[in-house]
Every structure is written in C-alpha cells, then in structure tokens.
C-alpha cells in the first residue's frame, strides 16, 4: 500500500499541468451544458460548443490515464522503474488509483452537478448511476489503460486506438450487415460486461506482471476477434438454434389460453399497413393481418419480436428473433427481399411465434402543470413557452404515457379540445457525459399552466409466446406500403 | 550454483528472428568480484546485462542471480541489486532530491548522508536540466544509497570526462569496496574505457560478436599476455612467424624484427622460454600489456580468423 501511495503522489505531481486543463474541462462542460437543455437559451453555438466539450473532456480522459500509464510504461527496456523494486500489483494499484482518483471521481462530480442544476436526486438513481459508472469504467477507463500498456508514447497510443478503432467499425459493418433488426438474447450487456471486462483486466495483469507487449497486443486483437464473434453469435443469433431456443425459453406461453393471435384474412387498414424498410437494404417489410386477443384494454405490448416459418414449394426459410411491430390489427416483420421476391407469388404456409411483454398500468399520477413540478419516477419537470419537458437521473427506463386531457384552462395556444397522449421515449442507461436525460412532452399544442398532465408508468411485465399457423398465404398482398 | 557466485551463467543465450545476438555462455562471477566487461560495439555486453536482470528473456539456458533464477527477478529483489545504464531513462521532471525522496521509502537500507555532496550533485536542479556527466552521478547516487548487494553497470562512463570518469570510480569504489572483503559489492560493468576498467576490475570477460571468448582474473590476464619483439642477425623474422605456435597472435614481420603477442604465457622465464623455441634470436624482450593492449590483440586475432574464414 506505501508504493501504491508512493507511485500515486508521484504521478499527481507529474500530471499536475493535465489535471488542472481536465478539471477546466469539466467545469466549462458543468457550465455550458445546462444551457443546451430544453427551456434553456435555444443557441445552436452552444449546442456545439458542449459538444466540442464532450469530445475534449473524452479525449483529455485518454491523455490522462495514458499519460498515467506511460508515467512508468511497460513497453521497452530502458525505463528507469524496471530494475527498481516496484511490485506490479502495486504499480497496477497505483494506475487504478489514478484513474478513479484523478479522472473517475471529479467526472462524477461534475455528473452530480449537473443533476443538482437539473433539480435531480443522483442518489434516487442507483441502480442507473452504478450501470453508467461500470461501463465508464469498462469502456474509456479499462480500455485506455490496456492501450496504454502495451503503447511507448502518446502518439502511438492515438494510433493505436485509432486502428482499433476503424478494424472494430469494419469489422462490425462487414460482420452485422443485415442483423440490425434482430433481437439481443437476455444477459447481453451483463454477460458481454462481465466476460470481456475479467478478459481485458486479465491482459491487463498480465502485461503489468510480465512486460510481454506482444503477447498482450496478440490477446488484445483475439479479444476483439472473440467479442466480434460473439456479438455476431450471441447478440444477433449467428449461433443459431441455441440461442434462438435460450431466446424462447424465456417467453412463457399464457396458460389459462385467453390471449391469443388470431389472423384476419382480409388486407391491413391503410394507416396500420407501415412503411416498407427502405433504409435497410434487402429488406421488405410484411405486415399481416394478425390481431391479439383476449389482451386487457389497458395493457402495453413492449419489445415484440417475431420468428417466422415460411414454407412453400419444397422451400423452407426460418428467420431468426427479430424486431416486429404490432398494431391493433397487425403483425409487421422484416423478410429479406430475395426470401420475399422468391416466394410473393405462391401461396406459402407461414409459422409465426410472437414473443413480447405485456405490460400493466401500475401508477397514475394527476400533476398540474407549472413553471416546475415534479413528475413520476423522480422526474423533475418544466413548463417554459407552452413547452412541457422532464427530466431524468442517468435513465428513462418506466414506459410513461403522459396524456392532456380535453383542455379546460384558457391559454394562448390553439390545442385540439381532445385529450392528447404521448410515450415517453425509453432511455436505456448508457455512459453518457450529461446524465441529465431530456424529454420534451409533444402534446399537439401547448401546456398551459396549471392543466392537470396524466402520467401512468406503466410496469409488472409479462413475458408471453404466441404462435399462428396460416396457410395459403399470398405475401404479395402484404407487403408494407412504400 | 557455486556457493561463492554472485552470479552463474549456463549456455545463456539470445536469439532475435534466427540472428544469434548473444551465443549461448557460461559465466561464473564470485561474490565480491568487479568484473569487466569488454568487448567492441555489438559484442553483446548490454544484451548480457540485460538478460540477467531480467530485462529481456533469453531465448536459451538459464541464469541464477543472487540465487535466483534471472527470469524472476523482478520487484523486491531490486532491493539487492542496482543497476545503471548510459541509456537508462530517468523521470526528467523530478530534481535530484525529488528523485532520491521518492526511492528512499522502496529501500529497506538508504544511506544518501553526504552522498550528493560528495558526487557535488544540485540537489534542486531538474533532472532533464543535468548535463551527461551530472546525470551519471545522480543515477549512481540512486543505486548506491541503497548498498546493493550486485551492481550492474552498463557503460557508465561513456561520454564523460576524465574527472567525472575518476570522480565517479573513486565514489563506487569508496561506497561498495569497503576493508570488509567479505561484505564488498559484486560488480559487473561493461565499458570502453579499459585503462579505467584495469584499475580496478578484479575480473575480465571478452565478448566477441557475442560470443564469450574468455572470462578470467584480471592478474591472471594480464600475466598470460604479453608482447614480445625478438631481433634475428638476418632477415628471416617472416620465416620465423609463419612458424609461430598456436596462442602467438597478432604477429608482424619486418626485416630481422619479428613482433607478436603471446597469449599463453605460462612459464616465469617467458624470454628464456622463447630463446628455447627461436634459437636464432639475437635478443628477446617480453614485456607485460595492458587490458587496452590484450583487446586489441584479441580484436586483430579474430579478424584474421574471420578473413581466414571468409
């Protein structure tokens, strides 16, 4: 613990000068980002100003704990520490310490300061603030210091990260093409965390242990080779049968038989018929006919995907868990466009299996709308201009309709008499620089203060399985309007 | 290992993509032995060094250090043993002071008392702001604060004047070679300065294109070697050096002179031994080398041999 002591003081007074041009960094952000909140002063040279911040304040993060790193660096065979008595786990200790000390900690303070500005509690958000503050950790901290391990300078550290970085993206383009609509199986982000971070902190250990950078640069590149693998494996069902049976064996079938899909022969309304997916290449969008029944008036049907089995002619094609959407009338899925082109004419017997969450209204909460109030789920909300905006801590994870009913006090703007609704967008948590999560409120019209705004958070999900069997289907009928 | 080694070297070697940097070799260096490293530029002295600290892995053999293998030295064994290089890198932005304060707590033994002094080092001045010779010094006044128990020097000298050169031998000899034999520091230190080296190593090692052509006591050396010049009535001295026996290098030829180096002395009566082998010889002088004198003897013999090779 005294070297640990030791090597930290050292590098503090050595780094001193990056410290404090990081620490004027997050200040400026602390300063300017509140500002480019909505109901702050619309400036579009604000907006990107915070943003040249975020990408100063990320980039100084990696010249810091590289600099760290590199204070005593492990690549060649002239530093001045090899042949002194540093342990390595005291050296690694040391590096840690910096990195949480010097770069983690006053970034998190400027994290809670900027909830503070924005009236939030960070404590009320634990769980949220510990998930962004692990992949903080597992992306810039972990990773920069890997890098830093097994690079001799600043610059090839740069380059190094930018390899990395341009092999990853292609790597990922030529890999994923065509996955982007399939679903993730569960324990994604846990299990590719957890598995990765113990790889990256074993190489890590080892290269502070050993000193061996070629070693360590060979099992950086398999580690990406393997995340590569399994992001294409595991997160977009490359693997196949297995996940796709871990995937099901996640949905249950609904016991008592009331909720089930049914399928409507007949073409689909015109305004739930969707929009062909012509942003994915080789993809058509099919949208049958295939309501849901026996599913109460006031449930929420989240994250539905489908997989479908289409036979016709002798040909068989099954498509893995994919992105769907469901309508009151309609089922809407992904099918690759030569699938489609091959089979539209024919009549095809179609297998589709439905998996989703139901989810239940569980809160609703009148507020009367003011220049701030408080909204569910320790929002902290406002009123500026008609313009109705909450705020969250980290992450909006609570499906939340809000809804305006028929208009009843008087004010300036020309909103329908009807109620108006809105979905709050679901914020996944993620390791984001601002933790203030914005969400405007587009009611058709303005807020007028002192309305009542319901907000029901909707929860208690379940997971259910359908399937329906059609035959004779003629897909050409079904394709979604361009 | 030998009880009496500091330092036991067998068939260490290191081999980079198929080029033999270091030949594999045998060393043994007693405790309490100064031994010098000699050899040109390339030899494989700094390979040598570096393998046995554990700097670089060796691709062949094994080596024990203290009595311990080298491929483990690392960390609290660094206590035991200092280590200074010409190219070693230093943390330029500390002073001298910073640099000796931040050390001094890793030490289980530090005695820095009038050690700066005495190598008259600035206490407060910048690292970087140091010429060659001050850098030098504040790199020994880091190792020998903490009375190593093995020195390795890699090239210290290389660049300094004669007063710094003299100044930092007299400090390393004062601080590490002590009346009590038994307590002396091992050395191992490679350099080019062999008149510097011969004053006070106890022991030689030759590296050759790395390979390790001899290792022995300096006293013993310098006994073996030695230069003869025999004078002939007539002209025959080119004759008679075609003729030498094996260990006489380095020989030339002119007239009735007749010049050579005779590596294998091994009789008291070295002149009266070559009277017996050249008895034409109208008159014999052996005289003793020095360690700058035997390198370059040696330097001559194997280039011979390689155009003899070539």
């Known amino acids: 613990m005294k070297q640990v002591r030791l090597v930290f ?12 041009v990081y620490a004027a960094l997050l200040a400026a952000y602390a300063w300017v980002t509140p500002q480019t909140w909505p109901g702050g002063a619309p400036s579009s040279f604000l907006g990107v100003f915070a943003t040249l911040l975020k990408i100063l304040l990320m980039a100084s993060q990696f010249v810091l704990i590289t600099s760290a790193v590199h204070a005593d660096r492990l690549v060649g065979e002239q530093q001045f520490w090899i042949t002194r008595p540093y342990d390595w786990r005291s050296l690694l200790g040391a590096k840690f310490l910096f990195v949480v000390a010097c770069v983690a900690l006053p970034y998190v303070l400027m994290q809670w300061w900027l909830l503070h500005v924005a009236g939030l509690n960070p404590l009320a958000a634990k769980a949220a603030m510990t998930s962004s503050l692990l992949r903080f950790a597992l992306v810039p901290c972990l990773l920069s210091m890997l890098i830093a391990s097994v690079t001799d300078s600043l610059a090839a550290a740069f380059t190094f990260l930018a390899a990395l970085l341009v092999a990853w993206a292609g790597l990922l383009q030529f890999i994923l093409s065509g996955t982007e609509l399939r679903m993730s199986p569960p324990y994604e982000f846990s299990g ?77 309304p015109y305004e739930e018929s969707g929009k062909d997916l012509q942003y994915l290449h080789n993809f058509v969008e099919v949208k049958l006919p295939i309501r849901l029944e026996g599913l109460p008036a006031d449930a929420k049907i989240q994250s539905p995907n489908v997989s479908v089995v289409l036979a016709a002619n002798g040909m068989r094609y099954a498509t893995p868990w994919v992105n769907a959407s469901v309508s009151e009338n309609a089922i809407g899925f992904p099918l690759p466009k030569e699938i489609f082109d091959r089979v539209s004419e024919m009549p095809v017997a179609l297998h589709l299996e439905l998996i989703a969450e139901e989810m239940r209204p569980l809160v609703t909460q009148r507020v009367a709308a003011a220049g701030r109030f408080r909204g569910p789920d320790d929002a902290e909300c406002s009123l500026v201009g008609g313009a109705a905006a909450c705020r969250y801590a ?32 679901l914020m996944p948590p993620g390791a984001r620089v601002d933790p203030v999560v914005n969400e405007s409120l587009h009611l058709r019209g303005p807020v007028c203060a002192g309305e009542a705004l319901v907000f029901t958070e909707y929860g208690a999900a379940r997971r259910f399985r359908l399937a329906v069997d059609v035959s004779g289907l003629a897909l050409r009928d079904y394709r979604a309007r361009d | 290992m030998t009880a009496a080694a500091a330092i036991e070297v067998r068939q260490l070697g290191k081999t980079i993509r198929g080029t033999a940097i270091l030949a594999p070799l045998d060393l043994v260096v007693p405790s309490g032995a100064i031994l010098a490293l000699v050899g040109h530029n390339g030899a494989g002295k700094s390979t040598l060094i570096k393998l046995l600290l554990n700097i670089v892995q060796p691709t062949g053999g ?34 001298v002071a910073e640099l000796m304060a931040h050390l001094r707590p890793m030490y289980p033994r530090w005695n820095d008392e009038g050690l700066l002094e005495e190598l008259e080092l600035p206490r407060e001045r910048e690292i970087r702001h140091l010429s060659r010779g001050m850098r030098m010094k504040a790199a020994f006044a880091s190792v020998l604060a903490f009375e190593p128990e093995l020195l390795m020097l890699d090239e210290p000298f290389s660049g300094l004047d004669p007063a710094v050169r003299g100044e930092l031998v007299r400090t390393l000899l ?45 006293d013993a050396l310098l006994t073996r070697c030695r230069e003869v010049t025999v004078t002939f009535e007539s002209e025959v001295a080119a004759n008679v050096r075609a003729k030498l026996p094996e260990g006489c290098v380095a020989a030339e030829a002119e007239g009735a002179m007749l010049r050579f180096v005779d590596l294998r002395v091994n009789v008291e009566d070295h002149e009266g031994a070559i009277r017996a082998l050249m008895p034409d010889a109208l008159q014999v002088q052996s005289e003793a080398m020095n360690l700058k004198e035997i390198f370059l003897a040696l330097n001559k013999r194997e280039r011979a041999e390689e155009r003899q090779r070539a």
């Not at chain 2, 960390?75 to 070693?88: H, P």
């Not at chain 2, 034999?181 to 011969?198: K, Y």
Request: with cysteine; aromatic share 10%; hydrophobic share 40%.
């Open chain 2, 174 to 218: 004062d601080r590490t070679h002590t009346e009590d034999p038994a307590n002396a520091t091992t050395i191992v230190i490679s350099s080019h300065d062999l008149d510097e080296v011969e004053s006070f190593a106890t022991h030689v090692a030759f590296l050759q294109d790395g390979r390790l052509l001899f290792a022995q006591r300096m």
């Open chain 1, 192 to 268: 590719f965390g957890a598995g990765f971070g113990v790889l990256l902190l074993a190489i890590l250990s080892y290269q502070f242990a050993r000193r061996r950078t070629m070693h360590s640069r060979i099992a950086i590149a398999a580690t990406l080779a393997l995340f590569l693998l399994f992001i294409f494996g595991y997160d977009k069902q490359g693997f196949g049968a297995p996940v796709k049976e871990l995937i099901r064996s996640h949905y249950e079938v609904p016991s008592n038989g009331s909720l089930r899909m049914v399928f409507g022969p007949g073409p689909v």
């Open chain 2, 62 to 95: 094994e080596a024990s250090v203290l009595g311990m293998p080298s491929t483990s030295l690392r960390g609290e064994v660094f206590t035991r043993i200092g280590y200074v290089s010409e190219d070693q890198e230093m943390p330029e932005w500390m002073t």
């Open chain 1, 9 to 20: 003081w050292k590098d503090v007074r050595h780094l001193w000068r990056h410290l404090c």
């Open chain 1, 394 to 425: 980290y992450q909006e994870m609570v499906p939340t309709h809000v809804e305006a009913p028929a208009q009843s006090a008087s004010c300036e703007g020309q909103r329908p008499g009807d109620p108006a609704g809105t979905w709050l967008l």
